[in-house]
């Protein structure tokens, strides 16, 4: 079975640009999560949906930051515009309902460079 | 509001070294606890959870007990070996809602 999938794997991108980042779920599953990675801070959770609709986007950062989920098979993560201090490792995962012991399935991530 | 605290790392090990890498949490009601694993260039996979008191997850050789007394989910392995190098990183999932509250994450360096 395809895990999930993102995409592109890495970006490298001047200061100012927009950048989308792009995740497709485990077919089937209702919960997408996007996470960001770095050193400083660890991973932290930026924002959830379930069944397409957003639950808490209280991680976000700011307002430059913004996450859709049109369809239950595809949801982008936006930056606009991009700063430096966004660099990081963006990840997505997915999950088969809200129980407490369900996993979480992890995308390989999107290392992003924003230079 | 909920945290999980791991053990700093990184942790050096020879191989067929006993492992323990100390995860400790703080939670309202009664979590679910996890252990996931990162390679490198990899996302985080699942390795063992536990889901109520003394229950003990394993696999591949790695066990954690959840205790509810020391509020504590320590990461254990008898004999660990080269692909075993990684991040690990201790997981909370709290009772109302299915988000993970993650450990700093721990990495492991095992030499031959």
């Known amino acids: 079975d395809a895990g999930v999938i993102q995409s592109p794997r890495h970006e490298v991108t001047e200061m100012g640009q927009e950048v989308t980042l792009r995740c497709k779920p485990i077919?089937?599953?209702?919960?997408l999560f996007w996470y960001r990675q770095t050193m400083m801070r660890g991973l932290e959770l930026l924002i959830y949906?379930?069944?397409?609709?957003?639950?808490?986007d209280s991680g976000m950062p700011e307002d430059r930051f913004s996450a859709k989920m049109p369809n239950a098979s595809f949801s982008t993560l936006k930056i606009q515009p991009s700063e430096p201090r966004d660099s990081a490792v963006y990840f997505c995962?997915?999950?088969?309902?809200?129980?407490?012991?369900?996993?979480?399935?992890f995308g390989d991530g999107t290392r992003l460079s924003i230079l | 509001g909920d945290s999980v605290t791991q053990m700093e790392g990184p942790v050096t090990l020879s191989e067929e070294a006993f492992l323990t890498i100390n995860c400790t949490y703080t939670?309202?009601?009664?979590?679910?606890l996890f252990w996931y694993v990162q390679y490198p260039g990899e996302g985080l996979q699942l390795l063992l959870k536990?889901?109520?008191?003394?229950d003990k997850g394993s696999n591949k050789g790695f066990e954690a007990t959840y205790r509810k007394e020391t509020t504590s989910f320590h990461l254990e392995k008898g004999s660990v070996q080269v692909s075993d190098s990684a991040v690990y990183f201790c997981?909370?999932?709290?009772?109302?809602?299915?988000?993970?509250?993650f450990g700093q994450g721990t990495i492991l360096t095992v030499h031959p």
């Open positions: 995962a997915s999950s088969l309902g809200q129980g407490i012991a369900q996993p979480q399935h």
């Open positions: 077919s089937g599953h209702d919960y």
């Open positions: 949906f379930n069944n397409n609709v957003p639950i808490d």
């Open positions: 939670a309202t009601g009664y979590p679910s």
């Open positions: 536990a889901t109520k008191a003394d």
């Open positions: 997981a909370l999932s709290g009772p109302m809602n299915g988000k993970l509250t």
